[in-house]
């Protein structure tokens, strides 16, 4: 049972600008080109232009510059995926999780949990916990002793938290996340392994979102640092004492190695890989799947790595990599012995 | 205490042809080379041909072609991996999870399961969910609101399935994976992201297998779609909005970004990575560690990357790739003058 | 509440020799640059030697050759990181899990369970598991049926481990890990996949670290086998059949395909691919996010892949990778030309 809105209501929500019929009932979200009366879409890249003529939508969220070509009502904002995203947001189905703890959870006597909180069933809080008011921990977490979360911060299910592990207000935890696994610090005796024992925890800030099978290390001596609103997504790896900074945005299967700082505002795409110990400025932004091996002390785009392509082009072409350092000498002196063929000419 | 059958019993589940005694005991499978009296082998590469003589093996799974090498008894088929893969099936221990709802399993009162499910202990159970026949439900999994699980599906311990995620019959879903988890949208707010509230869940086909820890997110309004037969190994990453062919199959610790639509009959090795908003045509074969970074629309091998050398080979050689457009251009200069001065000569 | 000691005392738990006050009282650990009066550090890089003349620490680890330059008590060792570990390994807070069944755990009756052990809430023991003495199963584990754990070994929390798996003595297993999944044995059967069934287990040795996450299929026929003194970190992936030699550590993001076999005291830093079916001899080092594709029989550090650099520069050269090929057939050419055409001169 989804709600429904008026468009004069989602706009209002939404702090987009109406234009046509506010009276107009809107009961779902839907691309251009698949809406029907009774739907919303958003108009953002102009390279779907030609949905938008044909677009049997009953509204939709375009640019003030845009709305000459909409065919029915919109709702006008500079910003059409942020207001979209609003609006997609009134219509998700509210979770119906009761607030208290379900009778198959299990809550050390010593932990304190607002009465507003919830936590279900199949989930273990230890000693010295505080779950903040509205939080909302799902079925089959656990909850190390003394883990901190904050006011509104909502565990989806199966998410461990160790020892010590803190996290802000209204952070969002997915499935399957660690946090506060030891970091893998190890010192050789001699062909053996001696373990570092990790001493920090994790500190998270406010509005952090972190995806399904991610994990973040504790750190060695200090903690590892998740800075406000950052967004991680799933089966990312943050190892011990990374700093990340506000706001950045890091895709799926990423890597971060030990005591290396992100900076603020930066974007990770899939499949990046960062060494230890070196810093990345504010703004940086890495393309996919590029690895990432010094600090990067400007704010710009970086890129690595050789793409697919055919089997045969590749293999034709990549076996010439171990000759290139020779093929830059040979070319080196072709071209000195043609200047000095010239001179001699001249 | 694993069963134990004639060679005409395992010719006939199998389908292969017996050659040779058919009341011969068959107690395990074994490799060529390690198996010993009352032990199946298969001989599928001509690469181990040396060890197809000298087999103790009961019996060898080949080619008809390949009988004439064989010592002992025998079953023949085309494709011996495939009799192997079935006979290998008859000596899988069966599971012993009785059925019915464990008494440490937590099952809303609004859920649908059917007598002959099972679902053990630390499981739990959300409204609306229908577990149809014959379904196992292994211990510490979660079961989100208004799920469905198809007539014999098997979810193995500790899978997360979230509300509305639909998987059909026969499926296997390794522990620790993660189906409904949200997709990654966010829109860019002035530097902070606000959240693109995900409205699809994920749909999944019949005879699917899902790695361990692997997560397949919940479309943004439609839904994630995994056709039948589809194969995925551990540590998948199947983003939001991406749609997936029948029988492909794909390798470990792949990642697949959003919206990108994989055909039929793929394979993707391990570590690959492919690019969103893209689209790989039926029968795509992509190479391990490859990145995808554009649409493959015809069939075939596609590979990518620069392999692992010797440390002081590779460092030699990387380093000129940042000449290569240069060196490019010298090599192209230095032709046109060796051109223009044998036009001058003659 | 951390425990205290005095310098003497860490002395001797340490092995390294007391230089100094031996009844200073030390109550932590900390970076040179940050230590205090109570504290302890370690100098084992002379890149930092500038902060090692203004630590406050009240004592610090170091090289005899270096202790000229250390202004407090110090500890003296040929290793100061193998004695840092040990000594953070004294601050560590110790587990308070009481030995027993917790209430909420659910132990098959034909489990063998230690009187030392302790199973906490939420876990499940299947039937046969024999859990060693001392061991410590954290919340929500599943021990699959005639799972074998060695004395003193810990699963932290949410581990799963499959029917037969069988660890040593002192292992230490991180949230999330799963071991005995299924390896991903597939025949095709004209474009539909047989399931191979996965009948070996997984045999893991003494002191071995298994990290977050992390995952270990079982083998084929036999067992997939991790021997002792082997450190895994998070989110790695080992197929089935895979051995891993003695002391051979793999950082995080790693994937080891299929029957591969890696010696011992090997080092793969995070992100490294290695296919299948080969091998690595013993005191291979593999640089990070590098791809192995072929036998290394030799030890050394191998390395592979473009690191990422300005976007611009990277697409400017990336794309004469497709023609290296062919310039080196010209610059080859253009060789051959001169050498002719010096002939010709002389």
Redesign the interface.
Known sequence: MARSYTLAELAQCSGAQLRGDGDCIIQG???LN?AGSGQISFFNNRKYRKYLADTAASAVILRPEDAADCPCNALLTD?P??V???I??C???QS?QESGV?A?A?VDARAEVSHSASI?????VG?GAKIGADVRV???C?I??NVTLGRGTHL???V?L??GVRLGEDC?V???A?IG??G??????G?????????GSVSIGN?V?I???T?I?RG??HDTIIAD?V?L???I?V?HNVEIGE?T?I???T?I?GSTRIGA?CTLA??V?V?GHIELADGVH????????RS?KEP????????????K?????????????D??R??RK??K??EKSLEEES
């Not at 062909?191 to 001493?199: F, H, M």
């Open positions: 979200v839907e691309s698949g910003n995926y942020l979209w995203a609003k997609t947001q219509f998700a189905e119906h379900h198959a299990v279900a069933a199949g989930s273990v000693e799902g079925p089959n656990v190390g002793r989806v299910a199966s461990t160790l020892d969002l997915h499935p399957g660690v696994s030891d893998f610090g190890l010192a050789n005796d062909g053996r392994w001696e373990k570092v024992a990790q001493l509005r979102e995806g399904a099978n994990t290390d060695a001596i609103g967004k997504d799933n089966q790896q190892a706001n945005a895709a799926a299967c890597g190695s505002g899939g499949g890989g060494v890495v393309s996919g799947a590029s690895v990432v091996s990067l710009g785009v970086y890129t690595g790595g050789v793409l697919a392509m055919p089997h082009t590749w293999q034709k072409n990549i076996a010439r990599i171990k000759q290139l350092d093929m830059a040979r070319l072709l071209e012995m043609l």
